[in-house]
């Protein structure tokens, strides 16, 4: 696996966007006194933070991999899969 690719980078990205969003629902979701209140500049510092530790994971982990950023993931689905979730299609 190289990180020379298209499929490495737009799955890292993915992954790094959705890690910041979840961690910016944790602030919103840990503040109890209203959504008004919270602190900003904190909050999208925590989830810059965590996006970074996302691309950061994906780049360490890379070769470990077969097809993409995470040790147990692939970007793309293999060859088995597809031909699986097809006879799935077929018989119902």
Not at 6 to 11: C, N, Y
Not at 20 to 25: E, F, H, K, R, Y
Not at 39 to 62: E, F, I, P
């Amino acid at each position: 696996m190289t990180m020379l690719n298209t499929a490495f980078w737009r799955g890292t990205m993915e992954r790094a966007a959705r890690t910041a969003a979840q961690t910016g629902v944790a602030v919103l979701g840990l503040d109890t006194t209203g959504v008004l209140d919270v602190d900003w500049g904190g909050g999208l510092a925590l989830m810059a933070s965590a996006g970074l530790l996302a691309v950061l994971t994906a780049v360490g982990s890379a070769p470990l991999g077969q097809h993409g950023p995470g040790v147990t993931e692939s970007a793309l689905p293999s060859p088995r899969s597809l031909r699986a979730a097809r006879d799935r299609d077929a018989a119902g």
